[in-house]
């Protein structure tokens, strides 16, 4: 049985990398545009972008990724995917504060730290999603 959760499991890697990278980008994008050009403080700025990438994701995972993996009933899909998301996320919120908190100098450059955060928390989402959610 691990033999093949393995097997099955990287066969939707590659897909569950191209939705994070579209998630990367849409999160951000969007807290770039929060803070460098309309001037919101990177920290609230965050608060935005991780949720509407989270949603995005959703989205993309459900329906390309884990298919035969989704829910009857999409709005409790959604719950589960979203607490399931949530160890990851506040890995990379956590990562995210503490370098922009205790590195001023990250703090003019909100991307590094967000690069660096959604790195360490991507195996770990993949792990809770694939366990987890779509079994």
């Known amino acids: 049985m691990g033999v ?3 097997l099955a499991s990287l066969s939707t890697l ?8 579209i998630g990367f980008l849409m999160d951000g994008g969007t ?3 929060m803070v460098h050009r309309l001037g919101f403080d990177p920290l609230p700025s965050r608060l935005v972008s991780l949720p509407l990438a989270m949603t995005v994701t959703w989205l993309l995972n459900r329906r390309f990724v884990f298919p035969s993996g989704r829910w ?5 899909e959604y719950l589960a995917y979203v607490g399931a998301q949530a160890a990851g996320a506040l890995v990379n919120l956590g990562v995210f504060f503490g370098l922009v908190t205790y590195f001023v100098s990250m703090a003019a450059m909100p991307l590094l730290p967000f690069a660096l955060a959604s790195a360490i928390a991507l195996s770990l989402n993949f792990l ?6 779509y079994r």
């Open 72 to 76: 009857h009933r999409a709005g409790w």
């Open 4 to 6: 093949t959760l393995k």
């Open 128 to 133: 809770v999603l694939r366990r987890c959610v």
């Open 14 to 21: 590659p897909g569950f990398l191209v939705v994070g990278a």
């Open 31 to 33: 807290l770039a545009l």
